[in-house]
């Protein structure tokens, strides 16, 4: 039973730093095209709403992951390294995204 724990722990780590990592992606999408034109804008609306979206969802994976490390550590298992190491990870990417100013972050260029 410890082993398919495990493997769910190490998934959801791996999950939670793809969806951070896709988020901090859309981001940099948001940021390089800007507010141009219409067409520009238009893209850069949808890759904002796609980034807060997938951040979002890490965060939800993130906290379940959390809640599952600790529960290893309060049932005096150990947890599996990567598992952990993974999910420290991903909590920095999001953390580091959430720094991305929901709003005002473009209004001094044009």
Same mark, same amino acid.
């Given at each position: 039973?410890?082993?398919?724990?495990?493997s769910? /722990?190490?998934?959801?780590a +791996? *999950?939670?730093?793809?969806?951070?990592?896709?988020?901090?992606?859309?981001?940099?999408?948001?940021?390089?095209?800007g507010?141009?034109?219409? !067409?520009?804008? *238009?893209?850069?609306?949808?890759a904002?709403?796609?980034?807060?979206?997938?951040?979002?969802w890490?965060?939800?994976?993130?906290?379940?992951? *959390?809640?599952? +490390?600790? %529960?290893?550590?309060?049932?005096?298992?150990?947890? +599996?390294?990567?598992?952990?190491?993974?999910?420290?990870?991903?909590?920095?990417?999001? +953390?580091?995204?959430?720094? %991305?100013?929901?709003?005002g972050? !473009?209004? /001094?260029?044009?």
């Open positions: 039973m410890q082993a398919g724990e495990s769910s /722990g190490t998934a959801g +791996v *999950a939670t730093l793809a969806l951070a990592g896709s988020a901090a992606l859309a981001f940099g999408v948001v940021d390089l095209v507010f141009r034109t219409d !067409g520009a804008e *238009a893209l850069s609306i949808t904002w709403l796609l980034g807060w979206a997938l951040l979002a890490a965060l939800l994976v993130g906290c379940c992951c *959390a809640v599952q +490390v600790v %529960h290893g550590f309060a049932s005096r298992r150990r947890p +599996v390294r990567p598992g952990v190491l993974l999910l420290l990870a991903g909590t920095l990417v999001v +953390v580091l995204v959430c720094t %991305h100013l929901p709003f972050s !473009g209004s /001094g260029s044009g």
